[in-house]
RNA sequence: GCCGGAGUAGCUCAGGGGUAGAGCGCAUCCUUGGUAAGGAUGAGGUCACGAGUUCAAUUCUCGUCUUCGGCUCCA
């Protein structure tokens, strides 16, 4: 008798061994169908395997991440089925899944190349085998038998693979004419997949590593449901309208250029008016939480950095010294703004009751990025930080880190950021030489960090072994439109650079104490963090934010007196207008996509027996009617201060 | 940095060894008392840059730069 245990603590029991396929089926033959894959006692195994001892198993269908990773898994393998058809001969290095689909690592024989067009040749042989309906076979086999076996294939990358791996724990997987090394688990035949869409090429190096040979990595997804492919396909072209390159180019937000140089964006004018707002928005906040703005300059002497120790671990990565007039005498740009707020912080001693010291800059750094990470807003080689650091003693940092925190949160909260992530990376405990600073240090800072976030009430994740060498941080990242996760605010705890520039405070005690530095950054860059804005709000920015709040239009040359009157009137109010002086015509500029990004369009002069009156039409909303000038200011002020409320508490 | 696409008007893109093309935008004029439009005309290009092949290169070849998709990296 075996009793299954399903995730409701039901039991079932059956008489004898049983397949994850039978429980399925012995529950409704609707779930029977969608089920993919089964976890037993948490690993995940193939529906058709036996389990023949007491387990607890859950059945994992599309809906679940198991599931979805037993379909793609089996579908990298059909692409390897259908690749070795048309490229016999070719090697296989490792195929998994990822987040939306699969690739597959190949070696193509006698230097062949894939193209994107021979991708459809390949979806269609995927299909046509998907549909013979072939079983998907697990077997075990001898460490040698494995060896044996690709080495018949001359298949040097799964011989590689083999080598490391533990006889009696190996697997192969057979459907139609292709056996590979897996370990599975699968779909019990390949009828399961529906629709199938192989997405893009790519390099990419044996096992992550440049020194190895490259391959041509091959991306894919598919669907049990045709639907759910064409589906995705829209998903995807409606992300692509979001990619912050292209509404910050329609938008005219940012530019790059040649004759600039790569990675160094130019802010254009309502770029700029949309950053300066976060920044005062940020700025309010910190001055609310008791920073004081510094400001430091855009070099600084390489000793400097030596001492900071970034030289030696960054220098190749930088733009290099800056020599000067001076013999032997070498700037850099600089690649962070932590030790120039060291050097404040030393300006004069300092007491226990000075700290904590909370110093705040907008400081643009300079890094020389490999060219190819190179990507729009998000990855640049100039940009500005919304920098901040923290001094203050070890009692100190917990609370210091929730006000942080509660920063963020502010923030996120004000721009409705709701799909993001947090992570704490703390120290590897199995390697404690990694890291500096004394042990008992790094365990007030790591349960500082975990208590904090937990008082907060913020759900985390735990990296272990993630921590910089200096101290755990704090990472929040976002979704971009396609899916990518970008890290935006950060907040690291460091013991090494207060150690390097000799920081110090008199404690009450009378002795010299070494202050705990915090790095943080709400924002991460304001580069970045306009782009993931952008992409979050698909250029429709919230009020309080929007480049153009408000534009005025004159219907005709006559009325651009009253116009400039609306629009100096309003701009009392705090509202940028924009007042565009051309004649009837101006109709045409400010329609469609333009129109769509404008809050708000007033139109002067449309009833002539109302001149102090405007016409205001808000968008998505249509016509709000005619209302004084007067009124609309309020109006306006109204909306963005109950967009703006709550946002300090 | 590495692998693979791409670079043609302000934007989106077509073309192709022999005066350079479209749509949108822009300019001028006409029409339209209008919910943001119709018509006519026009301006805009060293076809990314540099070499080579050729009688002739924007087109073919090589190199450089930039950009896109990945890899790797991210203080």
């Not at 894959?37 to 994992?60: H, M, Y």
């Amino acid at each position: 008798m075996i009793h299954i245990t399903l995730p409701d603590k039901s039991v079932r029991e059956f008489e004898g061994a049983v397949t994850g396929l039978d429980i399925a089926k012995s529950i409704s033959n609707r779930l029977a169908k969608d089920v993919l894959s089964v976890s037993v006692d948490g690993q995940v195994w193939d529906l058709t395997r036996e389990i023949d001892k007491d387990a607890a198993v859950k059945l994992n269908t599309w809906d679940d991440r198991e599931g979805k990773e037993t379909f793609w898994h089996s579908s990298a393998h059909l692409m390897a089925e259908a690749i070795e058809f048309y490229y016999p001969g070719t090697k296989f290095g490792i195929g998994p899944t990822v987040d939306t689909g699969f690739y597959y690592d190949i070696d193509l024989p006698n230097g062949q190349v894939l193209s994107e067009k021979d991708l459809e040749k390949i979806e269609k042989k995927m299909l046509e085998l998907a549909r013979e309906k072939n079983d998907i076979v697990r077997s075990e086999i001898s460490k040698k038998d494995a060896l044996d076996m690709f080495t018949q294939k001359n298949d040097e990358l799964k011989l590689e693979l083999i080598s490391e791996l533990e006889d009696g724990t190996i697997t192969l997987y057979n459907q139609g004419k292709f056996t590979d090394l897996c370990r599975g688990p699968h779909l019990p035949n390949t009828e399961y997949i529906k629709a199938i869409k192989l997405t893009s090429i790519a390099g990419a190096y044996w096992r992550g590593d440049e020194h190895n040979k490259m391959l041509t990595r091959v991306y894919g997804v598919t669907f049990p449901k045709q639907k759910m492919l064409d589906e995705y396909l829209v998903m995807i072209e409606e992300a692509k309208k979001r990619d912050h390159r292209k509404i910050g180019k329609e938008m005219e937000l940012f530019a790059f250029s040649d004759a600039v140089g790569q990675g160094l964006p130019l802010w254009l004018p309502k770029g700029t008016q949309l950053r300066m707002q976060l920044e005062d928005f940020l700025k309010r906040v910190q001055k609310k939480y008791g920073y004081e703005q510094v400001m430091t300059p855009h070099i600084g002497d390489v000793k400097l950095y030596k001492t900071s120790g970034h030289f030696q671990k960054y220098g190749k990565d930088s733009f290099q010294p800056i020599s000067t007039p001076a013999e032997g005498e070498e700037y850099m740009l600089k690649p962070m703004n932590c030790p120039h707020h060291c050097e404040i912080y030393k300006v004069r001693p300092k007491s226990y009751k000075d700290l904590p010291i909370r110093m705040a800059e907008f400081g643009t750094v300079y890094r020389y990025e490999m060219s190819g990470e190179l990507h729009g807003l998000t990855r640049v080689r100039g940009f500005t930080q919304d920098d901040a650091h923290i001094f203050c003693r070890p009692d100190q940092v917990k609370e210091e880190f929730q006000k942080v925190i509660d920063i963020i949160f502010i923030i996120f909260k004000a721009l409705s950021f709701e799909n993001y992530t947090a992570q704490i990376s703390l120290r590897d405990p199995e390697k404690p030489e990694k890291y500096i600073g004394s042990p008992e240090n790094w365990d007030k800072a790591e349960s500082a960090i975990i208590e904090a976030c937990e008082e907060k009430g913020l759900e985390t994740t735990t990296e272990l072994g993630e921590a910089a060498f200096y101290g755990p941080k704090l990472d929040f990242m976002i979704k971009d439109a396609l899916g990518r996760s970008w890290q935006l605010g950060t907040v690291q705890v460091d013991y090494n650079l207060p150690e390097r520039f000799q920081l110090e405070y008199i404690g009450a005690d009378d002795n010299r104490h070494r202050p705990v530095m915090i790095h943080r950054a709400p924002f991460g860059s304001m580069e970045r963090f306009v782009a993931v804005l952008i992409e979050h709000t698909a250029g429709k920015f919230p009020l309080w934010l929007t480049p153009e709040q408000v534009v005025v239009l004159p219907i005709s040359e006559k009325y651009n007196d009253y116009a400039k009157k609306v629009s100096d009137f309003l701009n009392i109010s705090d509202i940028r207008t924009v007042v565009d002086d051309r004649n009837e015509k101006i109709g045409r500029k400010i329609r469609d996509n333009e129109l769509k990004r404008i809050p708000y369009l007033l139109i002067v002069g449309e009833n002539e027996a109302q001149t102090e009156s405007v016409s205001v039409r808000r968008q998505g909303e249509g016509d709000k009617g005619v209302m004084k000038t007067s009124e609309f200011a309020d109006f306006v002020l109204k909306e963005i201060r109950e967009q703006l409320s709550g946002l300090y508490n």
